[in-house]
């Protein structure tokens, strides 16, 4: 979504402007110069347009740590954050030297920026609009925030904007999509020692590639093998069994657990090879629990199905998912068997899925659409303070996993069964199942607060 930053000296009617696009009083307006000292950020609507703008602090020049130099470091961060700044000057006063000063400083960022001639409500202000061009920031736009004047010709201005935006966010996506389609999948194949993953992995290359046999522990090494599966390209990495710790006391066996481990935090997915006889006992949950921690994708593979008692398999292996792997909340399981070469392409159908999940992006407006329902859902509950958290908006951060940003003013005692709520409705509402999710409440620092 665009993000506009209202920028210029004091007392040029940036809160005026700010309000007027909020469609609500959000910013005190005086005329006193320096009222406005933080940046303050809002959802705005202009006619048919959705963006965010971001009030900032009057530029006032200070080369000491003092606090118009941090009302300073404020407008910076809002001109960095931003993708286009409106530039407002008064053209009733007319151009001033720190007018001409926070030009050259936001030339230097090369940032888009549109000049506003602000209180222009007559002809008395013609000589100031002329003698704007001086400052190098392209035409100014004849404006008046609190009359409504230019805001046709404002508007053709952000709608530019809004379509460059949209335009940089598409090839952004097609190129992180080819991407994604072009470089090979690392695959780790992880699981308790003897369930089958050296078997699994022959069956895939339709080659007897690993070493097999009933005894455990043959695979010693991560092995990594080239493949292609209906045009995607794979690495299929081959790992020794892992045990619980405490029976680990073999220094060969410690390398090989060494060596499992790194090439599942190097994977972007991790198929875990259950035994149909002992699905998820406490070994397996350990190793799930791992591979999200460490921010991988994760399907289970349930082997030997051919020799399974079925039903019963199913009732334990839904029962300890429900009860133990909530953080993986659906999870794609799969049922196979390796020696057989049975359900294979729906192993790799589910593992093509959920790394597709694992790199999704969800735009910003479906994103706060949610988190506003959710929340009207069910409320946040009160602080610490005994006020209740207010929770402003939200925004993703990356993927591989994706990952996420919510802005609170009053953050402190947000309970973790509230994040928890909302991790599992941002799962299921944009079906990200089987994959970590990141949520992070970030609170602004203030800059005026006093410092110990």
């Given at each position: 979504m665009l993000c506009v930053a209202i920028i210029g000296r004091p007392n040029v009617g940036k809160s005026t402007l700010f309000n007027r696009l909020a469609g609500k009083k959000l910013a005190i307006v005086h005329d006193t110069p320096g009222v406005t000292r933080d940046r303050k950020m809002a959802p705005a609507r202009f006619k048919d347009l959705d963006f965010n703008i971001i009030d900032t602090a009057g530029y006032e020049y200070s080369t000491t740590d003092n606090k118009e130099s941090r009302m300073w470091k404020q407008t910076q961060t809002a001109i960095n954050d931003a993708d286009l700044c409106l530039f407002l000057f008064d053209a009733r006063a007319g151009l001033q030297p720190y007018d001409e000063l926070f030009a050259d400083l936001v030339r230097q960022t090369h940032k888009p920026v549109v000049l506003l001639a602000n209180k222009c409500e007559g002809k008395m202000q013609e000589n100031s609009v002329y003698e704007a061009y001086k400052l190098g920031l392209g035409d100014p736009i004849v404006f008046s925030a609190e009359h409504g004047i230019g805001f046709d010709e404002l508007y053709l201005a952000l709608s530019k904007a809004d379509e460059q935006k949209k335009s940089?966010?598409?090839?952004?996506?097609?190129?992180?999509?080819?991407?994604?389609?072009?470089?090979?999948?690392?695959?780790?194949?992880?699981?308790?020692?003897?369930?089958?993953?050296?078997?699994?992995?022959?069956?895939?290359?339709?080659?007897?590639?690993?070493?097999?046999?009933?005894?455990?522990?043959?695979?010693?090494?991560?092995?990594?093998?080239?493949?292609?599966?209906?045009?995607?390209?794979?690495?299929?990495?081959?790992?020794?069994?892992?045990?619980?710790?405490?029976?680990?006391?073999?220094?060969?066996?410690?390398?090989?657990?060494?060596?499992?481990?790194?090439?599942?935090?190097?994977?972007q997915v991790v198929v875990l090879v259950l035994d149909a006889d002992a699905v998820l006992d406490k070994q397996d949950l350990t190793i799930a629990r791992t591979v999200a921690d460490e921010g991988r994708a994760l399907v289970i593979a349930v082997n030997k199905w051919d020799i399974a008692n079925r039903k019963e398999t199913l009732e334990k292996l839904n029962y300890k998912l429900e009860t133990s792997l909530n953080q993986l909340a659906g999870v794609p399981t799969v049922t196979i068997s390796a020696l057989k070469r049975e359900g294979l392409d729906k192993l790799m159908s589910a593992v093509l899925k959920v790394y597709e999940r694992w790199n999704k992006r969800i735009p910003t407006a479906p994103l706060n659409k949610w988190f506003s329902d959710v929340q009207e859902q069910n409320p946040a509950p009160l602080g610490k303070n005994k006020r209740r958290i207010k929770l402003k908006y939200i925004t993703q951060a990356k993927s591989r996993p994706p990952s996420f940003f919510i802005f609170s003013s009053n953050p402190e005692g947000l309970p973790e069964s509230y994040l928890r709520y909302l991790t599992n409705s941002l799962r299921q509402t944009f079906d990200l199942g089987g994959i970590p999710l990141r949520l992070t409440i970030r609170k602004a620092d203030n800059p005026y607060a006093e410092k110990k």
């Amino acid at each position: 979504m665009l993000c506009v930053a209202i920028i210029g000296r004091p007392n040029v009617g940036k809160s005026t402007l700010f309000n007027r696009l909020a469609g609500k009083k959000l910013a005190i307006v005086h005329d006193t110069p320096g009222v406005t000292r933080d940046r303050k950020m809002a959802p705005a609507r202009f006619k048919d347009l959705d963006f965010n703008i971001i009030d900032t602090a009057g530029y006032e020049y200070s080369t000491t740590d003092n606090k118009e130099s941090r009302m300073w470091k404020q407008t910076q961060t809002a001109i960095n954050d931003a993708d286009l700044c409106l530039f407002l000057f008064d053209a009733r006063a007319g151009l001033q030297p720190y007018d001409e000063l926070f030009a050259d400083l936001v030339r230097q960022t090369h940032k888009p920026v549109v000049l506003l001639a602000n209180k222009c409500e007559g002809k008395m202000q013609e000589n100031s609009v002329y003698e704007a061009y001086k400052l190098g920031l392209g035409d100014p736009i004849v404006f008046s925030a609190e009359h409504g004047i230019g805001f046709d010709e404002l508007y053709l201005a952000l709608s530019k904007a809004d379509e460059q935006k949209k335009s940089e966010e598409k090839d952004k996506e097609e190129s992180e999509d080819k991407e994604i389609k072009e470089k090979a999948i690392q695959i780790a194949f992880v699981g308790r020692p003897n369930v089958g993953k050296s078997t699994l992995v022959n069956a895939l290359l339709g080659d007897e590639r690993m070493l097999t046999g009933p005894e455990a522990g043959l695979t010693r090494d991560a092995v990594t093998t080239e493949w292609q599966w209906k045009n995607h390209r794979f690495n299929l990495v081959d790992t020794a069994g892992l045990r619980k710790k405490s029976k680990i006391t073999d220094s060969l066996e410690k390398m090989s657990t060494a060596g499992t481990k790194y090439a599942a935090n190097m994977a972007q997915v991790v198929v875990l090879v259950l035994d149909a006889d002992a699905v998820l006992d406490k070994q397996d949950l350990t190793i799930a629990r791992t591979v999200a921690d460490e921010g991988r994708a994760l399907v289970i593979a349930v082997n030997k199905w051919d020799i399974a008692n079925r039903k019963e398999t199913l009732e334990k292996l839904n029962y300890k998912l429900e009860t133990s792997l909530n953080q993986l909340a659906g999870v794609p399981t799969v049922t196979i068997s390796a020696l057989k070469r049975e359900g294979l392409d729906k192993l790799m159908s589910a593992v093509l899925k959920v790394y597709e999940r694992w790199n999704k992006r969800i735009p910003t407006a479906p994103l706060n659409k949610w988190f506003s329902d959710v929340q009207e859902q069910n409320p946040a509950p009160l602080g610490k303070n005994k006020r209740r958290i207010k929770l402003k908006y939200i925004t993703q951060a990356k993927s591989r996993p994706p990952s996420f940003f919510i802005f609170s003013s009053n953050p402190e005692g947000l309970p973790e069964s509230y994040l928890r709520y909302l991790t599992n409705s941002l799962r299921q509402t944009f079906d990200l199942g089987g994959i970590p999710l990141r949520l992070t409440i970030r609170k602004a620092d203030n800059p005026y607060a006093e410092k110990k």
